[in-house]
C-alpha cells in the first residue's frame, strides 16, 4: 500500500503521549475493565466514551496505490444495474454494524477479495464484487484501532509501517505505570471494536471516535472472520469526494477451506455511466 504517512494528534517528542494525553490511573483502569461485565449498558457506553476521550488516536494519511472490495450476495438470477445494488440499498436506513450506529451509513471495504466475500458470510452462491481506490491526487485519513498494543507485542503495527519504532521509543519514554494504561486502554478498545458478535459496543467505540475527529475519514480493524485481514469502515457523506470506484464483477463464489474462495462465470461491467 502507497502514500501512508503517520500522522499523531499529540507532538513527536518523547515522552509527549502521556503528557498531552494523561491515561486513566493504572489500578481505576485496571478495576474498571474488571468490572466492565457487571456494569449496565448505559453505564458500558459511558466508559467507551471515556477512553476515547482521553486515548492518544492515531490517523494514518493514506493514498492511492491499492484496490479495496466490498462484496453483497445475490439472489439467484439477479444482475444489479445500479451503482447503489452494488453498494448499498438506496434510500434504506443504516442498520447499526460493527463500527456503525443505527442511522449512522458507512461504506465497508476490505483489504482484498476473499476478506469481502468472508465478511459478507459468503459460503457459496452468487455475489458481486466492487472495486474501489483513492482517487489520484486525494488521500484519507484512516484511524487504526488496536495500533499501540500491537506495536507493544509484535514491534510494528498494522498500518503504521516503519513509524511504529517511532511509536516504540514514544512508548518506551513515558513512566512505566502511564504507558502500561496506555497500552491496556487501547488493547481493550481493540477487543470492544473487534471481539463479539454484538455491535452494541463495538459501534460506540466507532461513532465515539468519529465524534472525537470528524475529519477522520474512516476507522480500520482487523477482521474477525479473516485471520491476519483488515476492515476499513469509511464515513459514507464524504465517500466519493476521494474514492472511486474501478471495477464490478458479477461471480458465483464457492468458499474452498479457511477462508479462501474461487470464483466461478466471472462477467464485468463494462462502463458506469454518470447517473450511477
Not at 92 to 120: C, I, Q, S, W
Amino acid at each position: 500500500m502507497k502514500a501512508r504517512t503517520l500522522l499523531l494528534s499529540f507532538k513527536m517528542t518523547p515522552p509527549a503521549i502521556t503528557q498531552l494525553h494523561p491515561p486513566m490511573q493504572l489500578d481505576e483502569l485496571v478495576a474498571k475493565i474488571a468490572g466492565f461485565t457487571k456494569q449496565t449498558g448505559s453505564e458500558q457506553r459511558a466508559f467507551i466514551d471515556q477512553l476515547v476521550k482521553i486515548h492518544p488516536t492515531l490517523n494514518v494519511r493514506w493514498g492511492p496505490g491499492w484496490r479495496y472490495r466490498r462484496a453483497r450476495q445475490l439472489d439467484v438470477g439477479e444482475i444489479p444495474q445500479t451503482v447503489d445494488d452494488v453498494i448499498w440499498p438506496k434510500g434504506a436506513p443504516a442498520k447499526v454494524g460493527r463500527a456503525n450506529p443505527k442511522g449512522f451509513r458507512v461504506m465497508y471495504l476490505a483489504d482484498r477479495r476473499d476478506t469481502a466475500l468472508r465478511e459478507a458470510r459468503v459460503h457459496q452462491g452468487w455475489v458481486a464484487i466492487a472495486e474501489f481506490q483513492i482517487r489520484p491526487q486525494q488521500a484519507v485519513f484512516i484511524c487504526p484501532i488496536g495500533e499501540l498494543s500491537q506495536i507493544v507485542r509484535t514491534g510494528r503495527g498494522y498500518m503504521s509501517g516503519d513509524s511504529s519504532k517511532t511509536l516504540s521509543d514514544m512508548l518506551n519514554a513515558c513512566p512505566l505505570q502511564q504507558s502500561r494504561a496506555l497500552i491496556i486502554t487501547d488493547a481493550f478498545l481493540y477487543e470492544q471494536m473487534t471481539g463479539h458478535e454484538d455491535y452494541d459496543m463495538s459501534s460506540r467505540v466507532a461513532s465515539a471516535i468519529f465524534d472525537k475527529l470528524p475529519n477522520v475519514s474512516g476507522i480500520a480493524y482487523s477482521s474477525r472472520r479473516q485471520l491476519g485481514a483488515i476492515n476499513f469502515a469509511v464515513r459514507a457523506d464524504t465517500f466519493w469526494q476521494s474514492w472511486a470506484l474501478t471495477s464490478v464483477r458479477r461471480a458465483f463464489a464457492e468458499h474452498l477451506a479457511l477462508g479462501f474462495y474461487r470464483l466461478k462465470q466471472v462477467t464485468g461491467v463494462t462502463g458506469v455511466y454518470q447517473s450511477g
